[in-house]
């Protein structure tokens, strides 16, 4: 046989191997994305992606051998392409469904992501393995010689996964995003399915229907966003979601929380980064920047300018706030993903002229970078403060907390400064956060831990590990600095509990086991998302007022977290006062209370709680008991104020309780309070007026009634200025009654 024809001979099934092997290696690092937005991206989820699409394979080519040996080859593999490109539509539909199913969150964790991918991706590997055997053979029918015919299958297959994973990983997951991608992979082999039987009338019927469902799972028409997500092609629209993307690293997106104020989170993947107030970089929204802020106005006294690294962009919040207070300053951030340095100035107000230095690239090659220019004779440079902001407990990048890491971070410290890590644990367990503290001691010779103070010892914290070249009186500096923020300073009693809960593992760049480490972090944290997924079916019974249905939901969430258990009681107090069972209500929202005392816990809305059963044990008559409880309100109130003086509904809720209370003028301050941070507010002006009106200062909630007509006909609200009118008509005639 001449070998132009061995060539051509060759060609065709060459060709088709490489395409189902550049399919399947596509198909593996899709997986992974689309994973990542239901459970993260770990350890556990590549682990999984990878066995699972390699036992597809395994099983695909033991079947396709079976195939190739009874069926025609041609034909076969039309079928097979033709059933691939289906699955590729299954994959979407599955993928959007069993992210929801609440089975197989009850699953330990590594069984529920393996059993996530498997019954997501099995399928479609499985029958992408199945055409290399059938190409073989048909290869082999053409009288080729078996030795050389063999090897070229698998070498283009090998070359075909080689170039999937390059073109996947480097271009098209970036340029186009996953669900595109599965889409363009369907068409693809559907593709060679009609190439292989151009006369299987099935073919070009599945055709028709693959590009109907493309068109619903794609196109940017209303109607095909609603059937798409009736059907399961699209995830639920979501009006929320102001900007997302899909970077070469992460699936993006920025959320609006509420819309007066406007407050807005920061995704990446299926993990909330941080939070913002649009209005106002002051308002640090997480607790961990709180303590960042406060160590560093703390020890910055005397400086106008800064020299800061932040390890992780995120949203940017910590980073423009050091910018707004320290304008000067030089602030390097070292955030891998351009794509959320761009969606943090596309939708979270970080603007494009800013001072922020952002370094595109693992902090660590940065940081090795810096030392090299040192080495050469380049600048030297030495930051006052490094904040790691770039660990949660999902995906912790294990080479920026290991010892030779530190060692680093130590030499371009300034001699005054202080390196800070935020990091996620449980106290109780605390393997992780005893290691991190083990390997920081390793390198600073002063080390220390702060976390909130209201976060029960056995559930998820954050924890600030803080090292320094030099001692620290972190009291002192929060006595000046977020003295209300209600801090545990971890002691060396603690310190040393945590050493031994780690077993005194230093982490190192040849030993760093940080996912086994954060085993226990993770088992909670699915639990607690399936209680938050009860949380949302029992809300939406409860708006449908499907009552029972509704508290047996509440019930299964803080019997699965018991950290739920002042939210779920509360909501269960409200659904017995609905249905007039106020005995039962009372019950509910004292158990609330209760869990709040066990455990320490200081949850904002336990002051929510007190006033509500404050006033429904006033609506009982039970005068005594309802005042304690609107008193314990006031003083929660006030005590949330001290930490957010310009919150409009703190105020609102402060005037409430001291009005339920009967202290209404205390309560005519808080809704002035509130009137004033918010003029447009209609409701403030209702409250301030009720509460004059019961202190029989007419005049002045007649004043109070003019103001609000007057914005109402701005409004053009004019039927509600009339009513109004007639409101003051009615507090002119009582003013008259008392003056006789």
Partial sequence: ????????????????????????????????RLIARHLGSSLYTWTSVIGIVLAGIMIGNYLGGRIADRFNARKTLAVLFGICSLTCVVVVVLNNLVGEWLLLWKLSWPLRV????????????????????????????????????????????AAGSIAGTFVAGFYLIAAMGTIAIIWTIGGALLLMAILYWTRFWVLYIWAAIFLALITMGTAPF???????SSIGLRKQSDKSVLYEDESQYCYIAVRQLSANP??????????????????????????????????????????????????????????????????????????????????????????????INTISMDARNYVDELLEQERTGGEKTRYDFIYEDAINDYSVPFQLVTDEFNEKI??????????????IDIYESGQFLGAVINTIKDTLAYVYVLTEDKIARSTRNTFVVIGSKHELNLRSIF???????????????????????????????????????LAPVVRQSAKEILARRYLKQAEKLKRDKKWHHSILKYEKALQLDPSMSIKAYNEIGIIHVAQGNLEKAVQAF????????????????????????GVLLGEMDRTQQSIQHLHKASELFRGELAENPDDVILWTRLGNALASAGDFKEATEAFRKALALNPNNMPSYDNLVKALE?????????????????????????????????YIELLQYKKSKQEK
């Avoid at 209303?222 to 798409?228: L, T």
């Fill in 1 to 32: 046989m001449s070998k132009s024809r061995s060539f051509f001979l060759i060609l065709i099934p060459s060709a088709t191997v490489f395409t189902s092997s550049f399919c399947i290696m596509v198909l593996e690092l899709v997986a992974g």
């Fill in 114 to 157: 393996l059993s996530h991918v498997c019954l997501v991706f099995l399928l479609p590997s499985i029958l992408l393995g199945t055409i290399s055997p059938v190409v073989t053979k048909m290869a082999l029918d053409r009288g080729l010689p078996t030795g050389r015919t063999v090897g070229d299958i698998y070498a283009w297959g």
């Fill in 222 to 228: 209303e109607w095909a966003k609603s059937v798409g």
């Fill in 262 to 355: 406007d407050i807005r989170e920061f995704m990446q993947d299926k993990l909330r980064h941080s939070e913002i107030a649009m209005a106002d970089i002051d308002e640090l929204r997480y607790f961990y920047t709180k303590i960042y802020a406060g160590i560093t106005h703390g020890l910055s006294k005397e400086k106008d300018r800064l020299s800061v690294m932040v390890i992780g962009g995120g949203g940017y919040v910590y980073p423009r706030y050091i910018e707004k207070h320290w304008p000067d300053s030089r602030i390097d951030v070292a955030e891998i993903d351009p794509g959320v340095t761009e969606a943090a100035m596309r939708a979270f107000g970080l603007k494009r002229n800013t001072s």
């Fill in 410 to 423: 130590s030499t371009i410290l300034a001699d005054d400064g202080v390196y800070l890590v935020n990091l």
């Fill in 479 to 517: 006595a000046s600095y977020g003295k209300n923020l209600g801090l545990w300073y971890l002691t060396e009693s603690d310190i040393e509990y945590l050493n031994k809960q780690s077993r005194g593992i230093v982490l190192t760049d040849d030993y760093a086991p940080v996912e086994n480490l």
């Fill in 590 to 613: 004292q158990n609330a209370i209760d869990y709040q005392q066990q455990v320490g816990s200081e949850e904002n809305i336990i002051a929510s709680i007190h006033f509500n059963l």
């Fill in 694 to 726: 019961y202190q029989g200062r007419y005049d002045e909630a007649i004043e109070v009634l003019q103001k609000q007509i007057q914005l109402m006909k701005q409004h053009g609200d004019n039927s509600g200025a009339t009513g109004l009118q007639k």
